[in-house]
C-alpha cells in the first residue's frame, strides 16, 4: 500500500519541536529532574515530590514509557500500568552509492516481519521478531541500559528477509545494529486515561512501538480528557481501566509481550485468543467442562468456555483455524444454539462482574436511582435493565440490578467493566458509612440455564412451582437447588430465551452443576459455550455493552426508551442530555441487518467494522454481527447515520429512515443486500413445534 | 566364515527381566517394519535389505572381523548358517522382481531411537553452590547387538567422596557384563571405606540393624539390576569386606585409591570365578552363575574425587580426557591403554606369562589364542581354568550348558592357563580447569571415530552456546551480505548441536551418521538405524557413552588451595 503524503519524522526532533513550542507558551520543563512519587491528598493528585524537590501540581500525567510501570507503582496508593519492555534492534547501515533521497516511501514487509525506510541516504531496517527477548522484568536496571548489547544472531532472521526482499543491499556497508527496547501491552493496545483509584492522575504509555505515529493523536485525546473530563471518541479500547491490578504480575506481562510482539507484523484474524497468561481466574468447574471438551477463552483474566468439542470431532490445529471465513465451530455452535432453542443448555458464566450494594437506610436506593436510567423503586425480587449514563447521556456501563431486599441491591455487568464500573461508583457516591459497595464476583459462579426445558430442570431441583404464574420473567428468588440452599435464581438468560441464571456461592458450585447435568439428562441437557450465547442474543437484537454500546452511545439512540424512566422523581446523571435527545431527535440508530445474498459456506463473513451502505451512500460500521442458526441468515448489528449528502453533516434519524432505506453490507469490499429492521424478528420467540415436523431423531439424547 | 557368537548361537534363552531392555532399546526398527509387511510394501523392505547385503559383499571383512570373540566353526554351525543364506538368496532372488525403493526414517523417528537410552544427571547444588568437581554427566547407547551387550553404571560414594562412572563391554552374551555393572562399584566402594566403616557395616548386618548405604546410584530406567542373584552377590561382597576387615592390622592407612581399584577388579572375578564352580543349589541361579563366568566383560571405571581422577582399565574400552586449550581448540587426552594385540605392551606381557614355545599361538590373527579380541577381560572363564575344571563343571552343570557348542569348546593351544585376567591398569590424572571433561566409551565409539574427533564434537558441543562470541561491527567494514553468510553459519552450527540435549547422544548421532566430510548425513543416519536386528551388528558394534563434565570453578579453586 502506497501511501503518498507519508513522512518519516524523528522522534527526537519532533519531541524538541513540541518542547519549545510549549516553552513558548509559558511551560517551564526541569530536566535531569527524576520523579520520586506522586503526592496524593484524599485520592486526589496534590503535587510531585522530585529528587529536587516538591511541584504542587493538580494533574500528573504518566508518560513514562517503559518505566511508567515502576512509576505507577511508587505512589502510596499503586497505580497498575499493565506494559512491559522487549528489545527491539534496527540496523542502520552507510549511505548507498546513489544515496535514498528523503521522499523515498517506507516499506513494510509484513511476511518478512521488517520495516525499511531511508536514513541519512542509507537504510535504518528494522523489525518484529517471532522470538522477542523481554527485558527489564526486574524494573529499571541502569548496568543493563549501559550494557544494552547489539545481538546479530538474534536478528539474522530479520537481515535474512531484508536480504531475500532487496538481494542487491548485500554490498550495502553496516554502520551499526541498534538494541533500542520497546514497550507493549498485554492486548497490543495502548494505555491512557485517568486512574481508577487516584483522581488527577492520567496515563499516557505502553505505545507498542507506534508512540510516534500514534502520539498526536492520544495526545490530543489525552488532553480532552483532562479538560472535559472525556474524550470526543470512545476510546474505550484504549482506556486504562481496561485493566486491574490483575493484569500486573511482571512474570504475566513477560510472557504475553513475548506473544504481542510478533503479533504486530501478524495477520490478525477474528476472534482470536491470546495464548500467554492463560487460567488466572478460572470458576470452579473449569476442570469439569474442561474434561468434557470446552474451549476457552479469555477476559479480564478470566478463562470463559467458548463451545464444546464433542468427543468424536477434530478441530483444526491453532494455525489451522485462522480465517475470515466460516470457522471450523461452526457445527458444533450450531448443536448448541439447537440445544438451547428445543432443550437445555448450560453455560458457565462466573466471569461477569458482580457488585453488592446495601445500605442501613435508603441511601442504596437513592444512589441507584441517581445512578441509573430506569426506575430501581421496584418490588423486592424484581430486576431491572438498566443503564448507567454519562452527563452526555452515553452509557458507561449496562446492568441488570436485581433488588435483593428493601436495602441491598444484586448489580451484573460486563466482565470488563470490574475496575471501570467501581471506579465510576465510587467517584459518584458519597462518603458515607452507612452505604456499603461491595465486589462479590468472586464470591459466586453463575450458571446460565438456557432453554425451553431449563424450568422442568430447576424445579425438578428444587421442588419448587417454577411456571410463569409462580415465576415471572425477571424475576430473582433465592431457593434451594439439590442440597444447596441459598442459591440466587434470576428468570433471565442474557439472550431472550427462557431459563434461569443460578447465583451459586462458589462453595456449591460442582455440587449445583453435577445435580443439574444429572437431571438435565433426560431432558437432553448439554453444556455450551459463549458463542452460541452470542449467536442468540444478536439474532434477538441484545445490544452488549463494550461491544455495541459505549460512553457516546445513548438509551434512545438504540430503542431502549423503554429502559429510561425520565420521571421516575430523580435527576439521575444524563436525564437532561437525554431530554433534550428527545425533544431534537438521535443522530444514529442501533440497527439490526440480515443479510440476504451472503453465502455462509463461501463469502467471507461479516465479523464487525464493516461498512453499511444505504442507498449507496455510507451510513455507518457495523458493530458485531453472528450467523443466527433459526434465521439461518447472518445478522449483523450497526449504527446508521444520516450524513447530508452536501455537507456530510449529521442529521436526524427517525424510524422512517431507516425504514425508506435499501441497505448493504460491505464484507472486504463486496456488498451484500441487507434488511434493515429497527425491532427484533418477533417469530424468534414463539417456540412452539407444529405436530407434523416432529421427528424420530428429535426423541435422541442431545 | 566366521560369525559373531550372539547369545542365540549359545543357545541360552532370553532372561526375562532383559526382555524390556530389549525391546526398549530397539523400538523403531520393529515398529517400523511390522506395519510395513501388514501393509503388503514387502519391496520397500527388500529395497533396504539390498542396500544391506550391497554393503556386507563389499565391506564385509573390516566388520566382521571386529567380532570381539571367534570360534571355529564346529560342524553344527553349519545348521545355523544355512537358513541365513537362504535367506540372503531369497532377497537377493527377489530384488530383481521388484524395484528398490528408498525407505528412510524421519528426524523425528531418527531422534527417538537415539534417545531411548540417554540419561542425564546434574550433580544437585547447596546453597546455589555445586562444590563437587563434576558438573554431571551424559550417557547412552546405541544396540548393535540383540540385545545389546553393553552395559554402564555411574553412582556416587557415599560413604567415601566421589564418584564411580563405568562402561561394560560384554561378550559371548550380556551376562557377564550385567553382573559386572551391578557389582564392580560395591567393590570399588568397599575396598576404599576405611577400617572403622567396614566394622561398622558389618555389625550392623550382624546385628540386623539399618546399614549405612554406600552408593548413589545414577540409572537410566533400562538399566535393570537382577533381583534374583542379589543375595547371592551380597554374600560375596560380605566375604570380601569380612576379609578386609580381618586383614586389617589397625594402624589406621590412608587408602591409595589406585590399590583398592585394582583389588576390587581382581576380587570381583575371582568371585565371578568361585561361584561358577561352587554352584547354586537354586537351578535358575545355579545356570546364571555359569552364564556369568562363561560370557566376558571388559571394564573402563573412572573414580572421581576433587581434582583426583584415577581411571581404571581392563580391556579395549577407553577414557579420554577432553582438554580445552588456551587458544579455545580442543585436545584429547587418553587415560587408558587398550589391552589387545595393537598394543605393543600388552603382546610383551603375554609372552612373558607363558612359556617360549607358546609365543606364536598365544596370540594369533590379533586375537588371544586367535580368538578372544580383548587381552584383559572379567569372566571368560573358558580362557581361565584349566582344561580339567572347565569339563568337570560343564558336565555336572545343567543341560543348557551341555548342550552349547561354545561353551563346550576348548581353544586350540590351550596349555598353561590362565590366558586371560582382570586386572586393571589404573591411570592417575589430576585435574587442571582446563579438562573440561572425560569421556568414556567402548569401542563402538572408537572403531568408528578418531580420539581427536571425539573430543571436538563433546567440547564444541558442551561449550556451542558459551563460546559462540557475541559478534559485533565496532569500527569494521562489514557489509550486509557478509554479515548474513557469517550468521547462517553460525546458526547452522547451533542448530546441529541444540537437536540433541546429551553430549553423549550427539557424539553417537556423529558416530553413525558422520559421512566422509565429517557432518552428520541424515539419510546415513536412517539407513544406519533402520537395519534390522540381524544385520546391525555387520555395520556396528554396541555403543555406549559416558560423557562426565568437570566444573572448572572448582578444580581451579583446588589448585589454588595447593
Keep these: 500500500m502506497h501511501v503518498p503524503e507519508d513522512a518519516v519524522v524523528s522522534s527526537a526532533d519532533v519531541a524538541l519541536a513540541l518542547a519549545s513550542a510549549a516553552s513558548q507558551n509559558g511551560v517551564q520543563i526541569y530536566d535531569r529532574t527524576s520523579v520520586l512519587h506522586v503526592m496524593v491528598k484524599k485520592g486526589q493528585v496534590s503535587g510531585v515530590e522530585t529528587d529536587k524537590g516538591q511541584i504542587e501540581c493538580q494533574y500528573f500525567v504518566n508518560c513514562a514509557g517503559q518505566w511508567a510501570y515502576e512509576l505507577g507503582l511508587s505512589n502510596e496508593e499503586p497505580v497498575s500500568i499493565p506494559l512491559h519492555a522487549c528489545e527491539h534492534f534496527y540496523l542502520l547501515t552507510r549511505p548507498l552509492e546513489t544515496p535514498l533521497q528523503s521522499n523515498t516511501p517506507t516499506i513494510v514487509d509484513a511476511d518478512g516481519r521488517i520495516y525499511i525506510r531511508n536514513w541519512q541516504g542509507g537504510l535504518l531496517s528494522g523489525g518484529f521478531e517471532k522470538n522477542p527477548k523481554p527485558i527489564f522484568t526486574e524494573g529499571k536496571n541502569q548496568l543493563e541500559i549501559q550494557n544494552l548489547q547489539e545481538d546479530w544472531d538474534h536478528f539474522e532472521p530479520l537481515l535474512s528477509s531484508l536480504l531475500r526482499r532487496m538481494p542487491d543491499l548485500e554490498t550495502l556497508e553496516i554502520l551499526k545494529l541498534v538494541n533500542c527496547p520497546e514497550t507493549f501491552t498485554p492486548d497490543m493496545r495502548c494505555i491512557m486515561g485517568e486512574s481508577p483509584s487516584v483522581r488527577g492522575y492520567f496515563v499516557l504509555a505502553g505505545m507498542n512501538s507506534a508512540g510516534l505515529s500514534f502520539g498526536g493523536g492520544a495526545g490530543r485525546y489525552l488532553a480532552e480528557w483532562m479538560v472535559h473530563g472525556y474524550p470526543s471518541e470512545n476510546i474505550w479500547e ?36 491470546f495464548q500467554t497468561g ?37 478441530l483444526l490445529a491453532l494455525e489451522q483455524s485462522k480465517t475470515f471465513y466460516k470457522p471450523d465451530w461452526f457445527e458444533i455452535v450450531e448443536s448448541e444454539v439447537k440445544c438451547c432453542k428445543e432443550a437445555v443448555c448450560v453455560i458457565d458464566m462466573s466471569s461477569f462482574t458482580k457488585f453488592e450494594i446495601t445500605s442501613t437506610g435508603d441511601q442504596a436506593l437513592e444512589v441507584l436511582q441517581y445512578l441509573f436510567s430506569n426506575d430501581l423503586d421496584v418490588p423486592v425480587g424484581h430486576i431491572v435493565h438498566t443503564g448507567m449514563l454519562n452527563q452526555g447521556g452515553g452509557y458507561e456501563n449496562d446492568c441488570s440490578v436485581a433488588r435483593l431486599s428493601k436495602r441491598s441491591f444484586f448489580m451484573i455487568s460486563p466482565t470488563d467493566q470490574q475496575v471501570h464500573c467501581w471506579a465510576w461508583l465510587k467517584k459518584h457516591m458519597p462518603e458515607d458509612s452507612n452505604l456499603l459497595l461491595e465486589d462479590v464476583t468472586w464470591k459466586y459462579t453463575a450458571l446460565n440455564l438456557i432453554g425451553p426445558r431449563a424450568v422442568d430442570v430447576l424445579s425438578e431441583l428444587s421442588y419448587a412451582p417454577m411456571t410463569p404464574d409462580h415465576f415471572p420473567s425477571l424475576f430473582c428468588k433465592e431457593m434451594s437447588v439439590g442440597y444447596a440452599n441459598g442459591i440466587r435464581v434470576m428468570s433471565m438468560t442474557h439472550t431472550g430465551e427462557p431459563g434461569f441464571m443460578l447465583y451459586i456461592p462458589i462453595e456449591y458450585a460442582l455440587h449445583v452443576y453435577n445435580e443439574v447435568m444429572s437431571v438435565g439428562q433426560k431432558y437432553g441437557i448439554r453444556n455450551a459455550g459463549y458463542y452460541a450465547l452470542r449467536s442468540l442474543r444478536i439474532e434477538k437484537f441484545f445490544a452488549f455493552w463494550g461491544q455495541d454500546l459505549n460512553t457516546l452511545t445513548t438509551p434512545l439512540e438504540c430503542g431502549r426508551e423503554s429502559r429510561v424512566k425520565l420521571e421516575k422523581g430523580m435527576d439521575f446523571i444524563g436525564r437532561d442530555a437525554l431530554l433534550q435527545q428527545k425533544q431534537n431527535g438521535v443522530y444514529k440508530r442501533l440497527t439490526m441487518f440480515i443479510l440476504d445474498d451472503h453465502d455462509t459456506d463461501l463469502d467471507l463473513w461479516p465479523w464487525w467494522g464493516e461498512p453499511i451502505y444505504r442507498n449507496g451512500q455510507y451510513a455507518g460500521k457495523t458493530t458485531s454481527s453472528a450467523y443466527s442458526y433459526t434465521l439461518e441468515r447472518h445478522v449483523c448489528l450497526g449504527f446508521v447515520h444520516n450524513f447530508s449528502e452536501d455537507t456530510g453533516e449529521e442529521q436526524v434519524v427517525t424510524a422512517d429512515f431507516i425504514n425508506r432505506g435499501e441497505y448493504e453490507i460491505d464484507i472486504a469490499g463486496h456488498r451484500f443486500q441487507a434488511k434493515a429492521k429497527l425491532y427484533p424478528v418477533t417469530s424468534l420467540f414463539t417456540h412452539k413445534r407444529r405436530k407434523e415436523d416432529v421427528e424420530l431423531s428429535d426423541l435422541h439424547g442431545k | 566364515m566366521c560369525v559373531c557368537p550372539g547369545p542365540r548361537r549359545i543357545g541360552i534363552p532370553v532372561r526375562s527381566s532383559s526382555l524390556p531392555l530389549f525391546s526398549d532399546a530397539m523400538p523403531a526398527p520393529t515398529q517400523l517394519f511390522f506395519p510395513l509387511i501388514r501393509n503388503c510394501e514387502l519391496s520397500r523392505i527388500y529395497g533396504t535389505a539390498c542396500y544391506c547385503h550391497h554393503r556386507h559383499l563389499c565391506c564385509s571383512s573390516p566388520y566382521l572381523a571386529q567380532s570381539r570373540l571367534r570360534c571355529t566353526p564346529p560342524p553344527a554351525y553349519a545348521t545355523f548358517c544355512r537358513p541365513k543364506e537362504g535367506w540372503w538368496q531369497h532377497t537377493q532372488g527377489r530384488r530383481y522382481a521388484s524395484t528398490p525403493q528408498k525407505f528412510y526414517l524421519t528426524p523425528p523417528q531418527v531422534n527417538s531411537i537415539l534417545k531411548a537410552n540417554e540419561y542425564s544427571f546434574k550433580v544437585p547444588e547447596f546453597d546455589g553452590k555445586n562444590v563437587s568437581s563434576v558438573l554431571g554427566f551424559d550417557s547412552n547407547q546405541l544396540p548393535a547387538n540383540a540385545p545389546i551387550e553393553d552395559r554402564r553404571s555411574a553412582a556416587t560414594c557415599l560413604q567415601t567422596r566421589g564418584m564411580l562412572l563405568g562402561v561394560f563391554d560384554g561378550h559371548a552374551g550380556c551376562a557377564c557384563s550385567q553382573a559386572v555393572s551391578e557389582r564392580l562399584f560395591y567393590y570399588i566402594a568397599v575396598s576404599l571405606l576405611p577400617h572403622e566403616t567396614l566394622l561398622e557395616i558389618e555389625n550392623a548386618v550382624e546385628s540386623g540393624r539399618a546399614l549405612l548405604p554406600i552408593l548413589q546410584w545414577h540409572k537410566h530406567p533400562n538399566d535393570y539390576f537382577s533381583k534374583e542373584a542379589s543375595k547371592l552377590y551380597f554374600n560375596s561382597l560380605r566375604t570380601y569386606w569380612q576379609e578386609l576387615i580381618d586383614l586389617n592390622t589397625g594402624e589406621s592407612t590412608d587408602i591409595d585409591v589406585k590399590e583398592a581399584l585394582i583389588n576390587a577388579f581382581k576380587r570381583l572375578d575371582s568371585d565371578i570365578s568361585l561361584e561358577a564352580q561352587v554352584g547354586d543349589p537354586n537351578s535358575f541361579l545355579n545356570y546364571l552363575v555359569l552364564r556369568v563366568a562363561f560370557s566376558g566383560a571388559t571394564a573402563c571405571v573412572a573414580h572421581v574425587d576433587g581434582v583426583d581422577l584415577h581411571v581404571a582399565n581392563t580391556g579395549d574400552s577407553r577414557a579420554m580426557l577432553g582438554v580445552q586449550e588456551e587458544d579455545g581448540s580442543w585436545s584429547a587426552v587418553t587415560l587408558s591403554n587398550d589391552h589387545n594385540a595393537q598394543n605393543e605392551r600388552e603382546l610383551e606381557r603375554l609372552k612373558l606369562e607363558h612359556p617360549k614355545n607358546e609365543a606364536k599361538s598365544v596370540v594369533k590373527q590379533d586375537r588371544l589364542l586367535g580368538l578372544l579380541m580383548p587381552f584383559r577381560a572379567f569372566g571368560d572363564v573358558k580362557f581361565k581354568w584349566s582344561i580339567d575344571l572347565q569339563k568337570r563343571v560343564i558336565e555336572s552343570g545343567p543341560d543348557q550348558l551341555n548342550d552349547n557348542e561354545y561353551t563346550k569348546f576348548i581353544p586350540p593351544n590351550y596349555y598353561t592357563p590362565p590366558y586371560l585376567t582382570a586386572e586393571p591398569e589404573v591411570t592417575y590424572h589430576r585435574l587442571r580447569p582446563q579438562d573440561k571433561f572425560l569421556v568414556l566409551a567402548t569401542d563402538g565409539l572408537w572403531e568408528t571415530m578418531h580420539r581427536q574427533d571425539v573430543v571436538r564434537i563433546v567440547g564444541e558441543y558442551l561449550t556451542g552456546m558459551h563460546h559462540q562470541q557475541p559478534i559485533a561491527v565496532g569500527g569494521y567494514k562489514v557489509t550486509l551480505g557478509q554479515m548474513h553468510g557469517l550468521l547462517t553459519e553460525r546458526r547452522a552450527k547451533m542448530s546441529s548441536v541444540f537437536e540433541d540435549q546429551n553430549a553423549a547422544t550427539h557424539l553417537i548421532r556423529h558416530a553413525v551418521g558422520n559421512n566422509e566430510f565429517g557432518t552428520v548425513d541424515h539419510e546415513r543416519l536412517s539407513k544406519m538405524l533402520s537395519l534390522p536386528e540381524e544385520l546391525a551388528r555387520m555395520y556396528r558394534d554396541d555403543i555406549t557413552i559416558i560423557v562426565v563434565q568437570f566444573n572448572s570453578h572448582v578444580v581451579g579453586a583446588y589448585q589454588n588451595q595447593d
Design chain 1, 238 to 273: 484504549l482506556d486504562l481501566k481496561r485493566f486491574g491490578a490483575l493484569q500486573s504480575s511482571r512474570t504475566f506481562l513477560r510472557h504475553r509481550v513475548m506473544e504481542v510482539m510478533p503479533l504486530l507484523y501478524d495477520l490478525k484474524v477474528p476472534r482470536w485468543d
Design chain 1, 278 to 314: 492463560r487460567q488466572l481466574r478460572t470458576s470452579p468447574l473449569y476442570d469439569r467442562l474442561d474434561a468434557q471438551g470446552a474451549r476457552w477463552m479469555e477476559k479480564h483474566g478470566f478463562e470463559r468456555p467458548k463451545y464444546f468439542v464433542p468427543p468424536d470431532k477434530d
